[in-house]
């Protein structure tokens, strides 16, 4: 498996460690190839942190969906994640930022994956095999 990984911050409301994201996103990369055996990734995948303002913008101008939400994936490579949400989801879940940024990140490989949330079965299986991977990647 040869996957170009590039990692980039674009917002500045929260410090995010990026060398600490791309070593978990390596071994997250791995383990999704492993367990999702029909996975066939793009060469290039690019994990970009934003704000909600920006994420917004995105939810809006490709989806049609008015205001933020936590990760956009595209099928391209392209992994788009609020740094935002995640800290509001991490103090609602009581869990830390770096979490919630990972489960985003898993998230997003597991759509460009195959895997689709949008059923009841597939919703949980995505929630399992992510916090699965987020476990195993720590």
Same mark, same amino acid.
């Given at each position: ?5 590039? &990692?980039?911050?674009?917002? /500045?409301?929260? /410090? @995010?460690?990026? $060398? ?5 996103? $390596?071994?997250? !990369?791995? %383990?999704?190839? #492993?367990? &999702? %055996?029909?996975? *066939?990734?793009? #060469? $290039?995948?690019?994990?970009? +942190?934003? =704000? ?5 913008? &995105?939810?809006?101008? +490709?989806? =049609? @969906? ?11 490579? #392209? ?13 609602? +879940? =009581? ?5 919630? !940024?990972? !489960?985003? +990140? &898993?998230?997003? !490989?597991?759509?460009? *994956? ?16 992510? $916090? ?7």
């Amino acid at each position: 498996m040869s996957i170009s990984l590039a &990692v980039a911050n674009r917002q /500045r409301k929260k /410090r @995010v460690d990026l $060398e600490v994201f791309r070593v978990f996103a $390596e071994l997250a !990369l791995t %383990k999704v190839h #492993e367990l &999702v %055996k029909a996975a *066939a990734f793009p #060469e $290039e995948i690019n994990v970009v +942190f934003v =704000s909600d303002a920006r994420i917004a913008q &995105v939810h809006r101008d +490709f989806m =049609s @969906v008015p205001g933020p939400t936590d990760v956009i994936t595209f099928h391209h490579g #392209e992994i788009i994640i609020s740094v935002e949400t995640a800290e509001r989801q991490a103090n609602k +879940f =009581s869990t830390s930022l770096e979490r919630e !940024l990972q !489960l985003y +990140f &898993v998230h997003g !490989l597991l759509h460009l *994956a195959g895997l689709d949330d949008t059923t009841g079965p597939g919703f949980q299986e995505m929630a399992d095999t992510q $916090e699965k991977i987020v476990t195993s990647c720590q």
